[in-house]
């Protein structure tokens, strides 16, 4: 299996410029997740999925985040309008989860999608 | 929310030296991730714990959660270069993490 597939692996756009960041899960994984990472922050959870439905998006920052899953095997993560303190390294996740833990499973992480935001 | 405190924030020990990396959570947890990252890359899983007093080994890698589930140590037996990075622990269920130790392993 070739692992989970994230691109573009860096970005670097403008103010205001809109930005979509592109997820393919390990197939017959059905939960995804969609984590940032900074040096002031840490690593933190945006929003995850189960069997292509949001289950939590407590953690996505506000309204110019927006998250979608279509299908299985592929999701993304849109910021409208982009802003300089979006600069981050974005993660996508996938694992098996069970009906008990739909958060549960081993997660395997992507390479990561570095944002740069000018 | 459930917060992750990992201890030391960075270490640095000679090669073959043990050493351990402890992480406190402020509530129970249900289950804790270890994942190793090398800088600008994924995180890599090390293992998963779930019940309390349950230990598990990696090669040279040994992790454990305490009886009382707030707890979790990781260690790491006769270092090498190779295990160089940032260990960070996570929470399974609330999808925490810890703000990570860098950890250098000098040969």
């Known amino acids: 299996d070739a692992g989970v597939i994230q691109s573009p692996r860096h970005e670097v756009t403008e103010m205001g410029q809109e930005v979509t960041l592109r997820c393919k899960p390990i197939?017959?994984?059905?939960?995804l997740f969609w984590y940032r990472q900074t040096m002031m922050r840490g690593l933190e959870l945006l929003i995850y999925?189960?069997?292509?439905?949001?289950?939590?998006d407590s953690g996505m920052p506000e309204d110019r985040f927006s998250a979608k899953m279509p299908n299985a095997s592929f999701s993304t993560l849109k910021i409208q309008p982009s802003e300089p303190r979006d600069s981050a390294v974005y993660f996508c996740?996938?694992?098996?989860?069970?009906?008990?833990?739909?958060?549960?499973?081993?997660?395997?992480f992507g390479p990561g999608t570095r944002l740069t935001v000018l | 929310s459930q917060e992750l405190e990992q201890s030391p924030q960075s270490l640095i020990v000679q090669e073959g030296k043990n050493l351990t990396i402890n992480c406190t959570s402020s509530k129970t947890l249900y289950g804790l991730y270890w994942y190793k990252q090398k800088y600008g890359e994924g995180l890599i899983f090390l293992m998963m714990?779930?019940?309390?007093?349950e230990e598990k080994s990696h090669e040279k890698i040994t992790a454990k959660l305490d009886e009382k589930k707030q707890q979790s140590s990781l260690h790491i037996t006769a270092s090498q270069p190779s295990h160089a990075g940032i260990y960070l622990c996570g929470a399974t269920r609330q999808l925490t993490f810890g703000s990570g130790t860098q950890l250098t392993v000098l040969p």
């Open positions: 197939s017959g994984h059905n939960s």
């Open positions: 996740a996938s694992s098996l989860a069970t009906s008990q833990t739909l958060s549960g499973g081993t997660q395997y």
């Open positions: 999925f189960n069997n292509n439905v949001p289950i939590d």
């Open positions: 714990l779930q019940k309390g007093g």
